[in-house]
């Protein structure tokens, strides 16, 4: 497919044409954007810096807390940005590359969930073997493979988008790039990209997230005959992971495995899997665990009386 393109910039409308309701919602982001770089970030100073967080549930969580910082950092900072801009332009090779790190660290996301689900598995259902299976160098290499996984979701989007040619018009309906509203700015037919499209995303966050709710139906089944203090904390540990599966997929599936058309309501779906989630995965997964509140008062106190000599 030729890809000459007349268009070398596009417009972004953000989430309103007002700009005073803009400038509200960046503020807003601003916030959000701000605690998750702060309670991401100290989960994995955190983790990094206690040696009594070294289990693979703890090692999991410190990438999976970096991967939602860089996730949220693909998007939140340009709609700050441009709030206090009145017309918000990105070139087209930018756009391009935002989409690349969006699937890059979404992609990334999806497998490291699943790999946690694997790890909570192992140690409910198999716990005499957990330390042989989830040693070192296979958590480092299901955290390796996470990483590809992304990667190889990412460059197939990217590229697919990459081959499409742009004429105008060269007004984009959302508040950062992803592959559909950019698709739909494309001056040729793109059903077949738009299938590969569905297929490459769509299939990616459906089968993951079945992967991960089979995981915790057989676990839920496994607990049947944990004594009563066992059960509790099991249940506990995977209520919070369902609840960050559920706000992440269910987002995700509903944009990306559809036809490639844009809706009214993706701006507001897509701040749940870009913001909201990596929001809340310190209080979901950490602040509600007395090790990591522990560690991190330690931490903390450990920085006092540093600064107080």
Not at 233 to 243: E, F, G, P, Q, R
Request: hydrophobic content about 50%; some cysteine; proline content about 4%.
């Amino acid at each position: 497919m030729a890809t000459t393109n007349n268009v070398t910039e596009l417009i972004l409308l953000g989430f309103s044409p007002n700009q005073d309701v803009q400038k509200t919602i960046s503020v807003m982001f601003l916030l959000m954007y701000t605690a998750i770089v702060l309670g991401n970030g100290l989960i994995v100073v955190t983790i990094m810096g206690n040696k009594g967080l070294t289990s693979p549930m703890y090692f999991f969580l410190g990438y999976l807390s970096f991967v939602e910082i860089c996730y949220c950092s693909v998007t939140a900072p340009k709609l700050i940005l441009d709030s206090f801009i009145e017309r918000k332009i990105i070139s087209l090779k930018g756009c391009i590359t935002q989409i690349f790190f969006l699937h890059f660290f979404g992609g990334t996301e999806i497998f490291l969930l699943t790999v946690m689900a694997y790890d909570r598995y192992v140690a409910i259902c198999k716990p005499l073997h957990y330390t042989v299976i989830m040693n070192r160098r296979a958590c480092g290499l299901l955290v390796g493979a996470a990483w590809g996984g992304g990667l190889l979701h990412s460059v197939g989007q990217t590229f697919l988008i990459s081959q499409l040619p742009f004429c105008g018009p060269k007004v984009l309906d959302h508040y950062f790039c992803d592959v559909h509203p950019v698709l739909k700015l494309a001056c040729s037919d793109t059903f077949l990209i738009g299938v590969l499209i569905i297929a490459n995303g769509g299939s990616i966050s459906v089968i993951s997230f079945t992967v991960l709710l089979a995981s915790y139906v057989v676990i839920l089944h496994a607990l049947s005959t944990q004594t009563s203090e066992g059960r509790r904390k099991a249940l506990s540990t995977c209520a919070s992971h369902v609840a960050v599966v559920g706000l992440f997929f269910i987002p995700c599936s509903f944009v990306y495995m559809r036809p490639c058309v844009t809706l009214p309501a993706d701006k507001i779906v897509a701040v749940f899997y870009t913001v909201v989630t990596p929001l809340l995965n310190p209080i979901i997964y950490s602040f509600r665990n007395a090790e990591v509140k522990n560690a991190m008062r330690r931490l903390i106190g450990r920085k006092v009386i540093w600064e107080e000599k």
